[in-house]
């Protein structure tokens, strides 16, 4: 060997010992023939525990699934830059980065690996780990997003047409309903028809509602009056080994709000107890009370207290896992076939309307309570309920423009049997035309509002023109665009939600025609 060689291999054994970084020396079969002090300082071996094991060692208790996989297998012979976890002797895991490297020297095999402990990347590990596991609930939301988009994107449609196919069952089976002796079994055949058509109608503003497609209406309503209402709905679905309990402290309870969607969330709520109990006995315990703001912690603004509503059950019960989800458009806890898994979805949206809030807390095999939070209104004007008015006599003549040959037949029919004399039109052109030959003969215009071309408030918009005193009823499946606040605005007489059932039509026909408030 010639003294610059042994100058060489002088300073380059000290080079590795006096190394920052752990230096361990293997031979061509993988096992370690020399470390240096830094990597008796990180490890935590002495030199003789570690000369003559396998490079495997450093792997051997790792859980780390960026390791694993080296400890069944040569770790690659080179290697620039790894990011691996490696594990000191009192079995801590640390990351590292990893250099690897084999030479040949005086005709035998080396592998020279370099390890730089990342300790000062500990916690920006963890923070990664913790961002890809809120970038994977980002990515579950945004698909759910997406398909609660297509959803939205699509209920319009689907309301309007679907809406108009039940105007039309409903239309001939109440007419059918009427001519039929109630004793013969069609009759019972015929009520089936339109409850089936009733739940159809639900099933279609509950989609509405959770894909922000169906405006609340504010009206001040007593909220104990629709309980009672909502009950009466429910009871064919409860089972008769369920019991309802109540404690009702406050009544009247005034509310403003929607009448329609506000008893949908209690159907909603109820319901799901239901389920939750079925098919055991058990018992819903309902309660209504008044509280303040500050004994809830609830932050509602209402200068009048705030309304307390709870539905109980002494049912299943649910995981904490689901109890995070069970506000989750299209998630349902409930085997397949067992609700349709829009309700509580629905619940959430109609309160959120509502400025309201609510709570859940379950016991898994117990118990499963909901407690909603309504501002309280003052009162003044408390609708109790759905009073069926007495129907006054109607006589008149009729220009009812619908674009579905379907509906717009059921619904003349519906309208003569009134006592009315209909004149139909199937198109807003044709009805403008029929409209202009003498605008005075009519008593009042029932118009459809998703039409080709021609809308029925730019219809309406063209009658009165014609003549500014027209009576113009809108009627819609559905449209985003125009609500019942909007129609009044506009100069409607009155608006109607699709399908319209006879005692509907009878009732705001007599009311328009009369002179009166619809």
Same mark, same amino acid.
């Given at each position: ?21 752990? /230096?361990? =020396? ?5 096992? +370690?023939?020399? /470390? ?32 694993? &996989? ?22 801590? %895991? ?37 961002? %890809? ?12 997003? !997406?398909?609660?988009?297509?959803? &939205? ?34 009759? !019972? ?6 409850? #089936? ?42 089972? #008769? ?68 509503? +709870? ?26 076939? +067992? ?7 629905? /619940?959430?949206? =109609?309160?959120?309307? *509502? *400025? ?8 898994? &095999? ?11 209104? %003052? &009162? ?10 007495? /129907? ?8 009812? =423009? ?10 003349? !029919? ?25 605008? %005075? ?27 500014? !005193? ?29 399908? +319209? ?6 009732? =705001? ?10």
């Amino acid at each position: 060997m010639t003294a610059d060689r042994a100058f060489s291999d002088t300073c380059l054994a000290l080079c590795v010992e006096h190394m920052g970084q752990a /230096v361990i =020396v293997c031979d061509a079969e993988d096992r +370690v023939i020399h /470390v240096n002090p830094a990597f008796l300082s990180l490890y935590g071996y002495d030199e003789g525990e570690i000369i003559g094991c396998s490079f495997g060692v450093l792997f051997k208790s790792i859980n780390g699934k960026d390791s694993s &996989g080296y400890i069944r297998k040569p770790l690659p012979k080179k290697v620039e830059g790894l990011w691996i976890y490696q594990c000191k002797k009192n079995g801590i %895991e640390f990351p590292a980065y990893l250099f690897r490297n084999a030479f040949s020297w005086n005709e035998s095999g080396y592998i020279v690996t370099c390890v730089r402990e990342v300790s000062e990347l500990t916690r920006s590990h963890e923070e990664i780990k913790r961002l %890809e596991d809120e970038n994977r609930k980002l990515e579950s939301y945004l698909r759910q997003a !997406q398909r609660l988009e297509i959803i &939205g994107s699509m209920a319009g449609g689907i309301a309007h047409d679907f809406n108009n196919i039940l105007g039309s069952i409903t239309g001939y089976a109440e007419m059918i309903e009427e001519d039929v002796d109630p004793e013969h079994v069609a009759a !019972q055949n015929i009520k089936e028809v339109l409850i #089936a058509a009733e739940r159809a109608r639900n099933l279609i503003a509950q989609i509405l509602t959770f894909t922000h497609k169906a405006p609340a209406l504010s009206k001040e309503l007593d909220f104990c009056k629709l309980l009672m209402e909502a009950l009466k709905l429910a009871a064919p679905s409860l089972s #008769a080994t369920i019991n309802v309990a109540f404690d009702l402290s406050l009544s009247p309870a005034p509310v403003v709000g929607d009448a329609d969607q506000l008893l949908r969330m209690i159907l909603n709520l109820i319901i799901n107890a239901a389920h939750a109990i079925t098919p055991n006995s058990g018992t819903i315990t309902i309660s209504l009370s008044r509280v303040d703001q500050s004994e809830e912690d609830v932050e509602l603004l209402s200068d009048y207290g705030v309304l307390k509503f +709870v539905v109980h059950d002494n049912g299943c019960g649910i995981t904490d896992s689901q109890l995070e989800r069970i506000f989750d458009p299209l998630y349902s806890s409930r085997m397949p076939g +067992v609700g349709n898994g829009i309700g509580l979805a629905v /619940v959430g949206e =109609v309160i959120r309307q *509502h *400025h309201g809030r609510i709570k859940a807390n379950s016991i898994f &095999g117990k118990e499963t309570s909901f407690t909603v939070y309504l501002p309280l209104s %003052e &009162g003044k004007s408390v609708e109790h309920g759905r009073v069926a008015a007495k /129907v006054a006599k109607i006589s008149g003549r009729v220009l009812l =423009v619908e674009d579905d040959e379907a509906l717009l037949s059921a619904t003349a !029919q519906i309208l003569s049997r009134l006592g009315l004399e209909v004149v139909s039109a199937n198109s807003a052109t044709k009805a403008m035309e029929t409209f202009a030959e003498n605008p %005075e003969s009519f008593c009042c215009v029932i118009t459809d509002q998703t039409m080709p071309i021609i809308t029925g408030n730019v219809l309406a918009q063209k009658m009165w023109q014609l003549n500014a !005193q027209t009576k113009i009823i809108l009627c819609t499946g559905y449209n985003e665009l125009i609500d019942e606040e909007e129609a009044r605005r506009i100069g409607f007489a009155a608006f109607l939600k699709k399908p +319209v059932s006879q005692s509907t039509y009878a009732k =705001v026909c007599a009311e328009v025609i009369n002179g009166k408030d619809a």
